[in-house]
């Protein structure tokens, strides 16, 4: 079954409550009863929906409202004024035709009744364009919205894309320099890297899907990469997780924790001839989840945050979640140690 349109159920109840309207106010205030009025009332109501509606294709076909404000204006106005000697017109054809008794049809000339009932219908005209104007407008507008609300998400999606297409060789590339340092020395511990690196692309492979995935998920590629990078570092490298089993399920931007991880083993830990610590850390905090990975080392004093890391992450918390997600880079107060702390909103009812 076909559906009606909106347009026809407002212009057809628009037209309903103008003959009911004045069938009231002639049932209750007229004083002298009309033989004639149900039929001229129901001939102007069919005249007014059959010149409405044509005024309508008409506004339609010139593409009205693709037009500057003002033209629409001016468009309107002259529509008004011609559909309405148009309405005169056709009244009073079809009253002389069907005979009916309305007043003054018999004592002025044809021109003179069609401008008197054009005159009268202007009125009417003007309102149901400022209606139709109006409710076009407004749909006009939404879609203007819809369409650059569209348009930013599209925009952010690719900028996102980008970031992600940085991140997997940046990561990548550092996995391999690790594999190849364990070649020659030791090929047992070369083949276990590579098994590990296979865990880790497999896994950001998946996540490359998806603007968000669970904690957990992010959680396993960085035990993944700090397994690969503890084979190259030995007892160089310790690493340490605190992590608040409640923050597992909240959902976070893939391989971004990891990209911080990745900075503190070769910002930090790399640097220091005694090698370091790596810890990872999880928590809620009133309606955020605080992530930090703390490395041994020290920022120095001149540091300007531009490193792709840094960067990155700015980025990509800016494009997610605006104003409400924060990142720092920070030395810790009296220790030798560096904390990147990411803050992002909590998703998930805890």
């Known amino acids: 079954m076909r559906k009606i349109s909106l347009y026809w159920v407002f212009q057809l109840s628009g037209w309903t409550a103008y003959f009911l309207v004045y069938t009231f106010f002639n049932v209750t205030l007229s004083a002298k009863s009309q033989p004639t009025f149900f039929q001229i009332l129901l001939v102007d109501t069919l005249i007014g929906i059959l010149v409405t509606h044509a005024m309508r294709t008409v506004l339609k076909r010139s593409n009205l409202f693709l037009q500057p404000l003002p033209k629409q204006l001016l468009h309107l106005s002259a529509a008004t004024t011609i559909f309405s000697f148009i309405y005169g017109l056709l009244s009073v054809i079809a009253f002389t035709w069907l005979q009916l008794n309305v007043k003054g049809l018999r004592e002025y000339s044809f021109l003179n009744n069609s401008v008197r009932m054009a005159f009268g219908a202007s009125l009417f005209l003007a309102i149901w364009n400022f209606i139709y104007f109006t409710y076009h407008y407004i749909q006009t507008n939404r879609k203007e919205?819809?369409?650059?609300?569209?348009?930013?998400?599209?925009?952010?999606?690719?900028?996102?894309?980008?970031?992600?297409?940085?991140?997997?060789?940046?990561?990548?590339?550092?996995a391999l320099n690790s594999i190849r340092a364990l070649v020659d020395e030791n090929p047992q511990r070369a083949r276990t890297a590579i098994t590990e690196l296979s865990n880790i692309l497999r896994s950001s492979m998946q996540s490359e899907k998806q603007t968000t995935v669970k904690f957990e998920q992010e959680l396993n590629i960085i035990k993944d990469y700090l397994a690969l990078?503890?084979?190259?570092?030995?007892?160089?490298?310790?690493?340490?997780?605190?992590?608040?089993?409640?923050?597992?399920?909240?959902?976070?931007?893939?391989?971004?924790?990891?990209?911080?991880?990745?900075?503190?083993?070769?910002?930090?830990?790399?640097?220091?001839?005694?090698?370091?610590?790596?810890?990872?850390?999880?928590?809620?905090?009133?309606?955020?989840?605080?992530?930090e990975v703390i490395n041994t080392g020290r920022l120095p004093?001149?540091?300007?945050?531009?490193?792709?890391?840094?960067?990155?992450?700015?980025?990509r918390l800016k494009l997610l979640y605006g104003k409400k997600a924060s990142f720092s880079l920070f030395n810790l107060p009296s220790e030798q140690q560096v904390c990147a702390r990411l803050e992002i909103p909590v998703q998930i009812l805890v």
């Open 301 to 315: 004093d001149n540091i300007n945050g531009d490193g792709f890391g840094v960067s990155g992450t700015i980025n």
């Open 145 to 174: 919205q819809l369409k650059a609300l569209q348009l930013q998400a599209l925009v952010q999606e690719m900028e996102l894309n980008t970031i992600k297409a940085h991140i997997n060789p940046h990561f990548i590339f550092n």
């Open 229 to 291: 990078e503890h084979i190259r570092f030995e007892d160089r490298l310790t690493i340490v997780f605190e992590i608040d089993e409640e923050t597992l399920d909240n959902p976070v931007p893939p391989m971004m924790l990891q990209t911080l991880a990745e900075n503190a083993i070769k910002h930090g830990v790399s640097k220091q001839l005694a090698g370091g610590t790596v810890k990872v850390v999880s928590y809620f905090t009133d309606n955020s989840h605080v992530m």
